[in-house]
């Protein structure tokens, strides 16, 4: 990580991935199942990652977590297959994909082209965590439905806590600062 050139590709904005919400009254959230891991490394990238153990010398085949551009090498993949869709009736955050739309009927439009996508990159979703057609869904910590937009009750519990003790305090100030965007 320490000698490797940093991918300048831009992160989600998550106060505008929210916002795109508005208004919407059905929504379906999918999540990538150990999304990283479904993007394949070419075999001139896997020596970069490269690593010693007792075993022997090993490399990745799939993207790891923890590399310094792993995350923008993912959104870039994202913004690649849901391209034409996104700000339209589609958000990703990373792995978290949600699908957005005034009505019934255009959303199950919607589900269609977004999933055809997936399936044509062959990627896959975290069945458990998907939540199709609902009214109201909870995403980056918040909550939305068609009334609006309101940030998650158990995620502002950590500006009325008081640390107690020193290492308490990077836990709440990590809070704080993810709860004010």
Known sequence: ?????????????LNKTIRQMRGAKMFSVFD?????WQVPLSTDARKYTAYC??????????LPFGLKNSPMTFV???????????DEFVQVYLDDIVI?????????????????????????????????????????????DAEGIEKQPEKLDCINCRPVTITQCPR??????????
């Open 53 to 62: 153990t007792r075993r022997g010398l090993f490399q990745f085949r799939v």
């Open 1 to 13: 990580n320490d000698v490797t050139e940093s991918d300048a590709y831009p992160m989600s904005d």
């Open 100 to 144: 957005f739309s005034k009505n019934e009927y255009d959303h199950h439009t919607h589900l269609d082209k977004v999933l055809e996508r997936l399936m044509r990159f062959g990627l896959t979703c975290h069945t458990k965590k998907c939540r199709i057609g609902t009214s109201k869904i909870s995403f980056l910590g918040h909550i939305v």
């Open 76 to 86: 870039r993949l994202m913004n690649e297959v849901l391209r034409g869709y996104l």
């Open 172 to 181: 709440v100030l990590s809070e704080t600062d993810f709860t004010a965007q």
């Open 32 to 36: 990538l199942k150990s999304g990283y």
